[in-house]
C-alpha cells in the first residue's frame, strides 16, 4: 500500500522541466504552422460526436448544421483528428516508457479534501468534462486552439477567452479548494 | 502524407503533456491556486516561442494563420464556463487524452462528459448563434491588424517580455 502511494507521488514529477515542455510544445506549434495549421484539440469532440451519431442515426446527425460543418463527410481520416489521436499514443508512450502509468481514480488532494469516493470523483469528473467542452465549443477553442495558437497570432478573441478562462478556474479552484487562514 | 504526420505531430505534443506534468491533475490544481507555477511557466514559455516564430513564418510568408472570430459577451461566458470545467476536472480537452492514456478513469469520464457536452452544444447552436454569439461580433480581429502595423512588431517584444517573465516567475510557494 505504501508502495503504492510513493509510486503515485512519483507519477506526479515532471520528467521535463517547464523550459523544455514549454520549448518543446512551442516547437510544436511552429511546425503545425509552418506545414498545416494552428494546433487545436476540441473541434475534434464535434466530430466524433458527429461521425458517432451519423452511423447510429444518420437522420439526427445530418439535422444538425453544427455537426455537418464540423464533420465534414463524417470522417475521422483528416489531419485534424489524426493529430488529436496521436495525444493518447504518445502520452501511453511517454508514461509507459518512463514507468508513470497508473490508474489511480482519486487523486490524492481531491482524496484529503473530498474524501476517497470513486463514485464522487467520478460524477464530477463528467460535469467538469461536459462544461469544459460545452465552453471549448462555444468560445471556438480551447487550450491548444485559445491559448497557445490564438494567443500566438496575436487574436483578440483568444486573449479575452484566456482571461475569462483562467479568471473563472482560478475563483473555482479556490472555492474548491480555500485558503486556510493561518498561514 | 498529412495524415500520418498529424499522427506524429500528435503524439509529440501528447507525449510533451505527459512528461512535463501537464496532464496531471495535481499540477493543474497547484497553478490554479497560485502555489504551483510550473505548468504556468511552461504555458508562458510556449506562448512566448509561438508569438516570435509564428510571427516571424508570416513574415517570410510560410505560416498557414487561423484566427477565431471575436464575439464579445460569447466568447467571455464560453471562457468562463470553460474555466469552472477547467478547474472541477484539473484537464483541458488535450490534457485529459493524455491523462486517460496514462491509465487515469477520472480523465476517461472528462472525455465522456466532454463528448455529451460538445454534443449538448452542437444542438443548442443553431439559438445560440442567433443569440449570444451574433452579439458583438467583430470577426477574426488581431491585435497588429487592427492597428495596422507588422505582426513582429508587437510579437517580438511580447514573446521576449513572455520568456523573461518565465524565467523570473518562482517555481512555487511553499504549501
Redesign the interface.
Known amino acids: 500500500m505504501r508502495q503504492q502511494v510513493t509510486d503515485h507521488k512519483k ?29 487545436g ?2 473541434t475534434q ?2 466530430v ?3 461521425v458517432l ?1 451519423h452511423s447510429l442515426f444518420p437522420e439526427a446527425a445530418e439535422n ?4 455537418k460543418a ?1 464533420g465534414k463527410e463524417w470522417t475521422l ?19 509507459t516508457v ?1 514507468n ?11 482524496a484529503e479534501r473530498f474524501g476517497p469516493a ?1 463514485v464522487k ?54 472555492w ?2 480555500p ?1 486556510r487562514e493561518e498561514r | 502524407m498529412t495524415l500520418l504526420l498529424g499522427l506524429v505531430l500528435g503524439a509529440v505534443f501528447g507525449a510533451i503533456l505527459q512528461l512535463s506534468g501537464a496532464s496531471s491533475y495535481t499540477k493543474i490544481i497547484g497553478t490554479l491556486r497560485l502555489r504551483d507555477f510550473t505548468i504556468m511557466k511552461l504555458i508562458i514559455t510556449a506562448i512566448g516561442v509561438g508569438l516570435i516564430g509564428v510571427h516571424a513564418l508570416d513574415a517570410v510568408g510560410v505560416a498557414h494563420m487561423k484566427v477565431k472570430d471575436l464575439y464579445v459577451p460569447g466568447i467571455v461566458v464560453a471562457g468562463l464556463i470553460f474555466g469552472v470545467g477547467f478547474a472541477v476536472t484539473g484537464y483541458c480537452p488535450g490534457t485529459a487524452l493524455a491523462a486517460a492514456a496514462e491509465g487515469k478513469p477520472d480523465a476517461w469520464m472528462t472525455i465522456v462528459g466532454g463528448l455529451c457536452g460538445a454534443l449538448t452544444f452542437a444542438f443548442l447552436w443553431p439559438d445560440l448563434e442567433s443569440s449570444l454569439a451574433s452579439l458583438g461580433g467583430f470577426g477574426p480581429v488581431t491585435i497588429h491588424e487592427s492597428l495596422g502595423i507588422n505582426g513582429l512588431v508587437i510579437a517580438l517584444p511580447l514573446g521576449v517580455l513572455c520568456l523573461w517573465g518565465a524565467v523570473k516567475l518562482p517555481e512555487g510557494r511553499a504549501t
Open positions: 507519477a506526479i514529477i515532471p520528467i521535463l522541466p517547464w523550459w523544455a515542455g514549454g520549448l518543446a510544445v512551442g516547437v510544436v506549434l511552429l511546425v503545425a504552422v509552418a506545414l498545416i495549421q494552428p494546433i484539440v476540441s469532440y464535434v466524433l460526436d458527429g451519431l444538425s448544421p453544427y455537426l464540423a481520416a483528416t489531419y485534424e483528428f489524426l493529430f488529436v489521436v496521436g495525444i493518447p499514443i504518445g502520452a501511453f508512450l511517454a508514461a518512463t508513470r502509468f497508473s490508474m489511480r481514480v482519486v487523486p490524492s488532494i481531491w470513486p470523483r467520478l460524477i464530477w469528473s463528467f460535469v467538469g468534462g461536459f462544461l469544459l467542452l460545452f465552453g471549448a465549443r462555444f468560445g471556438g477553442g480551447c487550450t491548444s486552439g485559445h491559448m497557445i495558437s490564438g494567443v500566438s497570432q496575436l487574436a483578440v478573441s483568444s486573449f479575452a477567452f484566456s482571461a475569462a478562462l483562467f479568471a473563472s478556474a482560478i475563483l473555482t479552484a479556490r474548491l479548494y485558503e
